[in-house]
């Protein structure tokens, strides 16, 4: 797409837009202007093509498709055939899968596909064993009942939130943690790294029937083959949660031992974060699994979203072109000197540096909470998000770390001088920015004191660094 298209795409869709709903307009245009002077480090956003993005603002949100390719219950769904077939397809061909499963509409709900895909297929009750039937849709309420009793005693085995997993791999508030009595695997508190002897024990001692591997917050990489060799010892079904790495899987820069869809019975991704296309999910998985997981919709999720799948085609179609292995490397090569950066200037780093897209702070180290650090590199122009460390005395709440990453900034075009830069301005903020007090003179974890016109400098310093690298050059919307 020529850059005069993409310019008349935009502002002709915005034109539209505020004929009806001018605030609405004015939001999208001021969002594009803050990202485009924000340096974006939270690890888990990207910039979307102009394409993909386009790809969602279309006829296909009008369209139910509840079903799969060829097999709906409405009628009229031969277009969404098309994408739907066209992004399962690309999906295989980029990850090596036996199959992919692209209607789960977040993160969140293809975990949840995988979940009840795993366990339809594998708990053995009395119930499905007397109806002599293994797909989910065909048991009778009284099969139900007595299979919810079962279900309820089955165990999940994966990474401690603190020292990096997720929220669906198990814990309480979400509802993983109430499907499932989780217990959940940490790493070595003297080098922040999975201790896998560790996890082969725990595996032993609890027998876990699912046992899941990926991250939100690990800043290495993991070795999928030890884990799925585990996961045998014990009987149990080895899931991958690749969602924040799957641009480096798509991209080569993750293989062997480290690539988990030719190790995992089943993995789970986003479509948007390193791979870098819209918001959304996805599932891959061996073809045992392939029925069960087919059936996410109505099992787990309401009506698939066409315009998303459409989009979904587009960016992993984006993502099987040469050019992306050279990103993803990017990415890591980005990574990595952004953690020198921060170490030369006397950081600490969870693991002391990365393998990956994303790098760790504990900013304890600078006497302030993941919280206050936080929102004072927000005040200087400089987007990150607060996270736990490993057993991390301020709780997920306020924690002690900041988790920075670099997927976006190299869609950008930024390199190595320009992430020595970055780490200068972050080092920068965090040293002049103190905790504050309550009002009865208590420690704040929340209130901190940093100079306005150093953040406004900050700022200026983020948005000069930027200008270089000008992010959708091709659209204009004045």
């Given at each position: 797409?020529?850059?005069?298209?993409?310019?008349?795409?935009?502002?002709?869709?915005?034109?539209?837009?505020?004929?009806?709903?001018?605030?609405?307009?004015?939001?999208?245009?001021?969002?594009?202007?803050?990202?485009?002077?924000?340096?974006?480090?939270?690890?888990?956003?990207?910039?979307?093509?102009?394409?993909?993005?386009?790809?969602?603002?279309?006829?296909?949100?009008?369209?139910?498709?509840?079903?799969?390719?060829?097999?709906?219950?409405?009628?009229?769904?031969?277009?969404?055939?098309?994408?739907?077939?066209?992004?399962?397809?690309?999906?295989?061909?980029?990850?090596?899968?036996?199959?992919?499963?692209?209607?789960?509409?977040?993160?969140?709900?293809?975990?949840?596909?995988?979940?009840?895909?795993?366990?339809?297929?594998?708990?053995?009750?009395?119930?499905?064993?007397?109806?002599?039937?293994?797909?989910?849709?065909?048991?009778?309420?009284?099969?139900?009942?007595?299979?919810?009793?079962?279900?309820?005693?089955?165990?999940?085995?994966?990474?401690?939130?603190?020292?990096?997993?997720?929220?669906?791999?198990?814990?309480?508030?979400?509802?993983?943690?109430?499907?499932?009595?989780?217990?959940?695997?940490?790493?070595?508190?003297?080098t922040g790294l999975i201790d896998y002897d560790w996890v082969a024990e725990a595996a032993r001692e609890f027998k876990p029937l699912i046992l899941v591997g990926g991250y939100s917050a690990y800043p290495r990489k993991v070795n999928f083959r030890i884990l799925r060799e585990i996961a045998d010892s014990v009987g149990a079904t080895f899931m991958v949660d690749m969602a924040h790495f799957a641009g480096l899987v798509a991209g080569k820069v993750f293989t062997g031992d480290f690539d988990p869809v030719p190790h995992a019975h089943i993995v789970t991704t986003t479509t948007h974060k390193s791979l870098r296309g819209p918001r959304g999910g996805m599932v891959?998985?061996?073809?045992?699994?392939?029925?069960?997981?087919?059936?996410?919709?109505?099992?787990?999720?309401?009506?698939?979203?066409?315009?998303?799948?459409?989009?979904?085609?587009?960016?992993?179609?984006?993502?099987?072109?040469?050019?992306?292995?050279?990103?993803?490397?990017?990415?890591?090569?980005?990574?990595?000197?952004?953690?020198?950066?921060?170490?030369?200037?006397?950081?600490?780093?969870?693991?002391?540096?990365?393998?990956?897209?994303?790098?760790?702070?504990?900013?304890?180290?600078?006497?302030?909470?993941?919280?206050?650090?936080?929102?004072?590199?927000?005040?200087?122009?400089?987007?990150?998000?607060?996270?736990?460390?490993?057993?991390?005395?301020?709780?997920?709440?306020?924690?002690?770390?900041?988790?920075?990453?670099?997927?976006?900034?190299?869609?950008?075009?930024?390199?190595?001088?320009?992430?020595?830069?970055?780490?200068?301005?972050?080092?920068?903020?965090?040293?002049?920015?103190?905790?504050?007090?309550?009002?009865?003179?208590?420690?704040?974890?929340?209130?901190?004191?940093?100079?306005?016109?150093?953040?406004?400098?900050?700022?200026?310093?983020?948005?000069?660094?930027?200008?270089?690298?000008?992010?959708?050059?091709?659209?204009?919307?004045?």
């Amino acid at each position: 797409m020529s850059r005069n298209a993409e310019s008349t795409a935009f502002r002709s869709a915005l034109e539209v837009i505020r004929a009806v709903e001018p605030r609405v307009a004015d939001a999208i245009g001021a969002e594009l202007t803050d990202q485009r002077e924000s340096l974006k480090l939270i690890a888990s956003e990207n910039y979307a093509s102009p394409a993909t993005l386009l790809a969602m603002g279309n006829w296909f949100s009008d369209k139910y498709a509840e079903g799969t390719v060829g097999r709906r219950f409405y009628a009229g769904c031969q277009n969404v055939d098309t994408v739907e077939a066209l992004a399962a397809e690309h999906a295989r061909e980029l990850f090596g899968a036996a199959h992919a499963y692209v209607q789960p509409h977040s993160g969140i709900d293809a975990n949840l596909v995988a979940f009840w895909a795993v366990l339809a297929d594998r708990v053995e009750s009395p119930a499905l064993k007397k109806a002599q039937v293994r797909q989910v849709n065909d048991l009778t309420e009284a099969d139900w009942f007595a299979l919810r009793r079962e279900l309820g005693n089955q165990r999940m085995l994966g990474m401690s939130l603190d020292a990096g997993g997720h929220l669906t791999h198990g814990f309480r508030p979400n509802i993983s943690g109430k499907m499932f009595d989780q217990r959940s695997y940490g790493t070595d508190p003297a080098t922040g790294l999975i201790d896998y002897d560790w996890v082969a024990e725990a595996a032993r001692e609890f027998k876990p029937l699912i046992l899941v591997g990926g991250y939100s917050a690990y800043p290495r990489k993991v070795n999928f083959r030890i884990l799925r060799e585990i996961a045998d010892s014990v009987g149990a079904t080895f899931m991958v949660d690749m969602a924040h790495f799957a641009g480096l899987v798509a991209g080569k820069v993750f293989t062997g031992d480290f690539d988990p869809v030719p190790h995992a019975h089943i993995v789970t991704t986003t479509t948007h974060k390193s791979l870098r296309g819209p918001r959304g999910g996805m599932v891959l998985c061996q073809p045992e699994l392939a029925d069960q997981v087919d059936r996410g919709c109505p099992m787990v999720l309401g009506g698939p979203l066409p315009h998303v799948m459409a989009a979904k085609a587009v960016a992993l179609a984006e993502a099987r072109r040469p050019d992306f292995a050279d990103y993803a490397q990017r990415i890591v090569d980005n990574s990595q000197a952004l953690a020198e950066g921060l170490l030369s200037r006397g950081a600490t780093l969870v693991t002391g540096g990365t393998d990956n897209h994303l790098v760790l702070i504990d900013v304890s180290g600078y006497g302030l909470t993941g919280r206050q650090a936080e929102q004072a590199l927000l005040d200087s122009g400089i987007v990150t998000n607060r996270n736990s460390v490993p057993q991390d005395p301020n709780g997920a709440w306020y924690t002690s770390g900041i988790r920075i990453g670099t997927p976006a900034l190299t869609t950008r075009g930024l390199g190595a001088a320009e992430m020595d830069q970055t780490a200068e301005l972050i080092h920068t903020v965090l040293t002049q920015t103190t905790a504050g007090a309550n009002a009865d003179g208590t420690p704040s974890k929340a209130k901190y004191t940093l100079d306005p016109g150093l953040a406004d400098k900050v700022a200026r310093q983020a948005t000069d660094l930027l200008a270089t690298y000008p992010l959708y050059p091709g659209i204009d919307l004045a």
